[in-house]
């Protein structure tokens, strides 16, 4: 296996110990946990791009310093699950199928509370020239991303500016105001509409 590592193997007699393994170009269906989690203590860079991996990486959780995880050209989707891991700083998930937006970053934010760099380029979520996505989608795929992930630093290798962060702010402040205020309107018609009833049931007795 391609075990490659930029820390320091341990004291003789014991199994040395890395802080990068990369796994990556093994067409592998499975996540080789045999060997990751005996580097529990250690290991701060895993690199499983480019297999055939669609199983939820749940046992990466027990990595307690890993701060980088790499997931590119793997067969994973919107639904994948992570464990919450606030060690994490970077994940890169490039080339997967992952078509759900909302869905993803949501689960990015709630088990990643400490992500800075991110990227998602070629999935059909992350619209861009590469995958034919216009311009303005583009855009709008970024400021989704920034305003739901407001530590967000780097997203597809650019980075966040202060600028962007500020209209993505502005952007989904107002679309939320408009939810909220079509919800109200909603809550109030339903009640309305109960209360209708009601009376007309009163009445009709």
Known sequence: MDHQSSGQHSQTGQAPSFQWLSFAYQNLKE?????????????????????????????????????????????????????????????????????????????????????????????????????????????DYRQYVISQIPGLEILDDTEVLEKERAQARKTYRLQQSRQNRRRRREDSSKKHTHTQKKSSAIIGE
């Not at 055939?52 to 050209?73: F, Q, W, Y």
């Open 31 to 139: 996540i080789p946990y045999e060997t990751i989690l005996t580097q529990t203590e250690t290991l701060e860079v895993l690199d499983l791009s480019n297999n055939l991996l669609e199983e939820n990486p749940a046992l990466v959780g027990r990595l307690e310093k890993l701060s980088t995880l790499i997931l590119d050209s793997n067969n994973y989707t919107s639904h994948i699950k992570f464990p919450y891991m606030p060690s994490i700083t970077t994940v890169s998930i490039n080339k997967n199928k992952i078509n759900n937006l909302p869905v993803f970053v949501e689960e990015i934010k709630r088990k990643f509370p400490n992500i800075k760099i991110l990227s998602m380029m070629n999935n059909e979520a992350a619209p861009s020239y590469f995958n034919g996505g216009t311009l303005t989608q583009y855009k």
